[in-house]
């Protein structure tokens, strides 16, 4: 019994313990056609060529942050627009730097850039290996791009966790800088099983406890039929 109940609470921790994660997208109408709801979409029109002057900026539900305090955001200027001038597309101003997507959902997509320190947009780099831009979610996933659209800079990406709690995600473009031309959220289906809704957490824990103590009842019902 003893024994049984060890095995128990070492599934329940690993139950507990184990991340979510989720699915990625490369097409927007796949990704879009799982999501329950939009929740909001940064276009981020406004934004101007330069030193945007702040560290965050919010817009319809979507915060968008350089991960250093000290280094404000920056607006591309890849056409060689006059500083000043509304462009559409940030990206930080430090290639040590993550943007880092903060909303409420369990769902995100984008598009997606590079630049080099002269915002010159990047397609790949000569070694096609090289990881130009990575994603980091909160709930424990990651995706890497090694070559990025050659028509167009701008690359889409989606994602949709396991799990119904809100996530966040960090980009990374080290060497270069990474950037954004859009961001949308929303709430997502399980894209294990399409069409159905992701499970709380608790619900894995409950039905790890109901399958465990199923398997206990069993074997002691076969203990007793074979005394």
């Not at 994602?159 to 060497?175: F, K, V």
């Amino acid at each position: 019994m003893k024994k049984f109940l060890s095995l128990a609470a070492a599934s329940l921790i690993f139950v507990g313990t184990a991340n979510a994660q989720g699915k990625w997208y490369t097409d927007y109408n796949t990704w879009l056609a799982q999501i329950t709801l939009v929740g909001g979409t940064a276009e981020y029109n406004d934004q101007i060529a330069g030193d945007l002057g702040v560290t965050s900026i919010t817009e319809d539900g979507v915060t968008v942050t350089n991960n250093k305090n000290s280094n404000n955001l920056w607006g591309i200027s890849s056409d060689g627009t006059a500083s000043g001038t509304p462009r559409g597309q940030i990206s930080s101003s430090d290639s040590s730097d993550k943007l880092t997507f903060t909303f409420n959902g369990n769902a995100f997509s984008g598009r997606f850039l590079v630049t080099d320190a002269n915002d010159n947009y990047l397609d790949n780099l000569e070694d096609d290996d090289d990881e130009i831009l990575k994603f980091k979610t909160s709930d424990g996933d990651e995706y890497s791009f090694t070559e990025l659209s050659v028509e167009a800079p701008f690359t889409f990406l989606g994602y949709i966790s396991d799990s119904t709690t809100p996530i966040s995600l960090d980009l990374i473009g080290a060497p270069n800088f990474a950037g954004v031309d859009s961001f949308s959220f929303g709430n997502g289906t399980n894209p294990v099983n399409p069409g159905s809704a992701v499970p709380e957490p608790g619900e894995y824990v409950s039905m790890a406890i109901l399958g465990i103590g199923l398997c206990g009842m069993i074997v002691r019902s076969r203990r007793i039929k074979k005394s």
